[in-house]
């Protein structure tokens, strides 16, 4: 099984039951891993020493990675773009800054090498719309389909075609409860009140997380795509919390409102992932629970 995705951190609050799961059946796991998450802020006090950002957080992936399971870790050395707009999406090192075919060609070389059954990225938007997730999720699309021709990448390893892409996807209809839910509370001075007593205000849903850089409405607003397998990794849950707890730095310190927000998420489905199927493309009823299914 291979998986690509964006930041340390994607790997454990987005499908961190997933990677133990299959993990612990034995499946060999090679995660792709685009930056060292350059861009997310931590704590003053994490950085010990000199420690830089990248270090803390490839050292909290590799935590996580060992926890999970994941057999082969491997860091494509692009920077963190930030979120949309953000200065760091200038920056020439930037994942949104390469060329989409250079990227691809990373992702194909990695799947002519490993030969996975099974290949996992975001879905079209990234799940929020954070730019390397939507970058990662391009370049995996089109190394999945270019690694079986051999007219394509030519110098990347001899053609292997995976079996199946699936996209890592969660119902938007979780978005719009929470935009209610806010949207009430906002509205209500009793409950205003109440959170001034703990020192905070109700969050407003076009600007949630600690960067407010979450604008919910519009998440609300997005499709949901749809859930063709449904991995329930619930005798593994305890491994998805301690890979979780290994991301200190984007926990209770984080600013990335995006991967607390995922986090979050994650709680709300009571242990299962949802994966969308894009190749082979299948009927919008057909579910599994099985991502190696071959139907
Ligand atoms: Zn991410």
Redesign the pocket.
Known sequence: MLIA???P??ESFGMGGTIAHYSNLGVEIHLMCATRGEAGSVAAELLKDGMTIPELREGELRCAAEILGITHLEFMGYRDSGMAGSPDNENPASLVAAPLEAVTEMVVRTIRAFKPDVVVTFDPVGGYH?P??IKIQRATVAAFAAAGDPEKFANAGLPFQAGQLYFGVFPRRLFRTTVKVFDRLNRNRAAQQIARLFGKKVPNPRHFGRNQDIDLVMLAGDEDYPEHVLVDYGEVRDLKDRADACHASQLDFGR?G??RLMRLFARLQRRRDRYMRAYPETSANFRAKDLFLNS
């Open positions: 995705l964006a930041h951190d994607d954070h390397d997730h990335q995006g991967s």
